[in-house]
């Protein structure tokens, strides 16, 4: 079975995702609430975000060989995530791999699995 990397189309269409992604977020006002938590400056964040998928989709581990193990979800220990923020970031990035033209299929495998990580990152009762 090949993996989630190779069938989106590698490394370009990661980065392309994760470019639609942050614009999506700085540009939106239902994300408001999750662009505020982020720095002014988004480009760390899109780097960061583009290696780390690159290794969680099956591809190369750019962010493990830069950075070390992620430990995601001590490193979201900062910013409070409820489910109002895990949702507005799932509706973010829904609408970033259908606007960047992920098949239909895959999006679903991956809403799924992008799910199961942005679920686990909740961090204060509701
Ligand atoms: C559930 C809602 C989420 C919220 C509100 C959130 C928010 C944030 C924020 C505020 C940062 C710091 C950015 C900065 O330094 O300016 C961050 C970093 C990051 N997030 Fe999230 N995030 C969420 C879910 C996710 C998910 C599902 C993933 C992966 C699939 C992810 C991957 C990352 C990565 C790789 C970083 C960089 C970590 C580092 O500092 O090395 N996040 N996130």
């Not at 999506?24 to 899109?46: F, G, Q, S, V």
Request: charge should be negative; hydrophobic fraction near 35%.
């Amino acid at each position: 079975m090949e993996t989630h990397f190779l069938r989106i189309g590698g490394e370009d269409t990661i980065r392309r995702l994760v470019d639609r992604f942050y614009d999506l977020m700085d540009e939106d006002p239902d994300y408001y609430c999750i662009r505020k938590m982020h720095a002014r400056d988004l480009t760390e964040a899109r780097n960061k975000l583009f290696m780390f998928l690159s290794g969680w989709t099956g591809g190369p581990q750019l962010y493990m060989e830069k950075f070390g193990h992620p430990r995601l979800r001590q490193r979201h220990m900062p910013f409070a995530i409820g489910e109002s923020e895990r949702d507005q970031w799932m509706a973010c990035m829904q609408r970033a791999m259908d606007e960047v033209g992920v098949d239909e299929k895959l999006r679903e495998e991956l809403t799924a699995a992008f799910w199961k990580t942005a679920d686990f990152m909740r961090n204060r009762e509701e």
